[in-house]
């Protein structure tokens, strides 16, 4: 829409009043650059907030506040996160956010750039945060893509804060007392409540309980949809109550300490190693980190959450050959495939004894069934083996392909 100048005085641009103000509606509702979306999602920046909300096209729904960083002390070591006696947190400041969109609308991209203004270090006596405030920068960049149902995000911080650490918060609105969580640990996906916040439930332990290492991926929802957060290298994870009741998970991106191993933690009792300085795990300079939102409707099994986390865990990796150009470009092709869902690929390799090859997988659910493999190439003998591929049964093959059995959780190795 084109809006021009004109003399109000005039009878034209009287007569014309009405249209102007249609015109200037609808100038309003253009998408400005504080959105994206493909075919699954509609990803909004909330300035009011410094957050994403994400609308779910396929079940009409609203997920808010995520993706809001939280800085916090951090007067722990390199073994435990404790904060201080007198902490504080802080987020990206309004004033200092700057968005733009890029990208197209196969591979929309929206950029936040912002800054967090914290303390610079702890106090001498380590009770409190200094006085003194430095600046660390922030740049996100949230990306969907066509026809994956994922929300990509690389997060790059310049870091100059020391005793402090980052996380990124992703907030469910399900009371936590309902909420499942499950994360995928080795050849698992574990399954646990949110830990009460009632601190007098743990003042007799010796550690008092808080983050969880993970795999790819953790979720959190109910029987009818949830949020998973998949990560690239990013194992520690929290899920706690958030002040109105809501489930949150935090995805830990950086912590800053000075210490191997200290004796006067909160959050432990008595020493967890040596009581040496490292200054290095202060961890300044600049740091890039990338995980994804997967929100999904029914359970984490349902939505087929864990493909999803470990196609971006694991990134198909394309090499061009010289020769490739006999192979047409619409055609499919598998070097192994099977027709159950549950059944989740760990590794393809070269046995270590053999001129063959290993193919283990797991089956990641609770129940018992007989799976179909496909092999992309012609096959002489298919074996069963155990983890150190001393060889078992040998499978019955037939047209490149044959049948396994699977228990559940069950790792199978061929």
Known sequence: ??????????????????????????????????????????????????????????????????????????????????????????????????LRVEGNDDFPTMVIEGNLKVPARLTPDRQSRSSELTDIKIESRVSLTKGIARIDIRTEIRNFAEDQRIRVLFPLSIEANNAIVHSEGIFSVNEHPIISDDETSYSDWVEQPSTNAHKSFVSIGDEICGIAVANRGLPEYETFRGKRGESVIALTLLRSVGWLSRPDLLARKGNGGWTLPTPGAQCKGDYVFEYSIIPHHGTWQESNVITLAHEFAFPVLTLKLNDAGSRNSSEKFSLVSVDRSEIILSAIKKSEDRDSYIVRCWNISDNSFTATFRFGCDVKSVFNTDLAETREEEMNVTDKGCSVRFEPWKIVNL
Do not use: M
């Not at 493909?38 to 993706?67: C, H, M, P």
């Open 1 to 98: 829409y084109e809006i021009k100048e004109c003399d109000w005085s005039s009878d034209v641009c009287s007569s014309d009043l009405y249209d102007y103000r249609f015109i200037y509606d609808k100038v309003q509702a253009v998408p400005q650059s504080n959105e994206i979306e493909n075919d699954f999602f509609k990803v909004v920046f909330d300035k009011e907030t410094t957050s994403l909300a994400v609308y779910d096209k396929r079940i009409d729904k609203w997920y808010k506040g995520l993706q809001s960083f939280k800085e916090t002390g951090d007067a722990g070591d390199e073994y435990t996160y404790s904060q201080p006696l007198n902490d504080s947190q802080y987020g990206l400041l309004l004033e200092s956010i700057h």
